[in-house]
């Protein structure tokens, strides 16, 4: 099972909305990640949990707010988001052993802030 | 300087051709050199890790220039179902940092 479940698929929310993004692995992986993508752009690093850890934070607003209950899940809870935040939101997981890591990714999240 | 520069092209080839794409970067202590595959609002996807021996899987082949700090990705007889967007992805190994090249559209044309 090589496989990273992100819910949901597609999410539309206004700027006063709370909303959560899930994202979920059974691979037994120890790093998980979110970044975002903007059309025609590469994936954009966000936050970096490592052994449930908080490792990475790239100057992220507050308003993009993580969260990794256990190895298996991470979440991303969005609260006033601007629409300039509408973009495709990628989780990735890896093992984080150091030896031939690889990104595996989730099939995202396309989110749109009106 | 950017972590991993990466020609986005756009690159139109007939069907049957063999294309190239290069990629450099810039950290000399990177130690994992891997090509990904994006459809068209889809997730990135593996397509093949690159060693310094270089590698081959059917039609694509990928080597590693550690001296010259590049990597490429050779496509022979490009199908239509080639047509994405290929990401250079590199890792240094300390603190789970992947850098992504900018991405090369491919399209193949009948």
């Known amino acids: 099972d090589t496989e990273v479940t992100q819910t949901p698929k597609h999410l539309v929310m206004g700027m006063t909305n709370k909303k959560s993004l899930k994202c979920e692995q059974h691979m037994g992986h120890r790093a998980m990640y979110w970044y975002k993508q903007k059309a025609k752009k590469p994936p954009e690093l966000m936050f970096v949990?490592?052994?449930?850890?908080?490792?990475i934070n790239e100057s992220v607003p507050s308003r993009f707010s993580p969260e990794c209950p256990n190895s298996s899940l991470l979440n991303l809870h969005l609260h006033a988001l601007q629409p300039e935040d509408s973009a495709l939101y990628l989780c990735a997981s890896s093992q984080d052993s150091a030896l031939n890591e690889k990104l595996f990714f989730g099939s995202g999240t396309q989110l749109s802030v009106l | 300087r950017k972590e991993v520069e990466q020609d986005p092209g756009p690159f139109n080839v007939p069907e049957g051709a063999t294309v190239a794409f290069n990629c450099t970067y810039s950290n000399s202590a990177s130690q994992s050199f891997f090509w990904y595959r994006q459809d068209c609002r889809k997730e990135p996807k593996l397509l093949m890790s690159?060693?310094?021996s270089g590698n081959e899987d059917g039609r694509f082949t990928a080597q590693l220039n550690r001296a010259s700090q590049y990597i490429s990705l050779l496509i022979r007889d490009s199908k239509l179902s080639d047509s994405a967007t290929y990401l250079c992805?590199?890792?240094?190994?300390?603190?789970?940092?992947?850098?992504f090249g900018t991405g090369t559209s491919l399209t193949v044309i009948p």
């Open positions: 690159v060693y310094s």
């Open positions: 949990y490592s052994y449930e850890k908080l490792s």
């Open positions: 992805v590199v890792n240094t190994h300390t603190g789970n940092q992947f850098y």
